[in-house]
Nanobody, 125 residues
Framework: VQLQASGGGWVQAGGSLRLSCAAS????????MAWFRQAPRKEREFVVG????????RYTDSVKGRFGISRDNAKNTVYLQMNSLKPEDTAVYYC???????????????????WGQGTLVTVSS
C-alpha cells in the first residue's frame, strides 16, 4: 500500500488548508485512516482519524471544531480540512492506514501499518 499526501504549504494564522492522501490498492476502503503530525523536536502525535466507512471519527482536543476529516472510498482518498489554523499547528502531517479493519479509531502509531511521506504545514503568526 502506498500513501501519497499532498496539500501542505504556508498560511497565515486564521487561514485554511486542505490536505489529501491518496492510497493505492484495495486496502484503503476496508481500513481506517488517520492523520498524525510531528512538530520540530516533538514526538509524532495523533490528530484525527476515521474508520473505514466514514461513520466514526476521532479528534484530538486541540483541533476539535477547527479540523474535519472525510474520505472518499471510490477515489481511495482521505481529506483533512484545516480551518482557523494556529502557529502551533505547524508540523509535518502524515497520513496513515490502520493495521486492522476495526471500526474503532486508534490514536496509537503502532496501530497503523502504512504511512505517507508527510507534507509540511507552516502557519505564521
Amino acid at each position: 500500500v502506498q500513501l501519497q499526501a499532498s496539500g501542505g504549504g504556508w498560511v497565515q494564522a486564521g487561514g485554511s488548508l486542505r490536505l489529501s492522501c491518496a492510497a493505492s490498492g484495495r486496502y484503503f476502503s476496508s481500513h481506517g485512516m488517520a492523520w498524525f503530525r510531528q512538530a520540530p523536536r516533538k514526538e509524532r502525535e495523533f490528530v484525527v482519524g476515521i474508520n473505514w466507512s466514514g461513520h466514526s471519527t476521532r479528534y484530538t482536543d486541540s483541533v476539535k471544531g477547527r479540523f474535519g476529516i472525510s474520505r472518499d472510498n471510490a477515489k481511495n482518498t482521505v481529506y483533512l480540512q484545516m480551518n482557523s489554523l494556529k502557529p502551533e499547528d505547524t508540523a509535518v502531517y502524515y497520513c496513515a492506514a490502520a493495521t486492522s479493519t476495526s471500526t474503532i479509531v486508534s490514536i496509537n502509531t503502532g496501530d497503523y501499518a502504512y504511512w505517507g511521506q508527510g507534507t509540511l504545514v507552516t502557519v505564521s503568526s
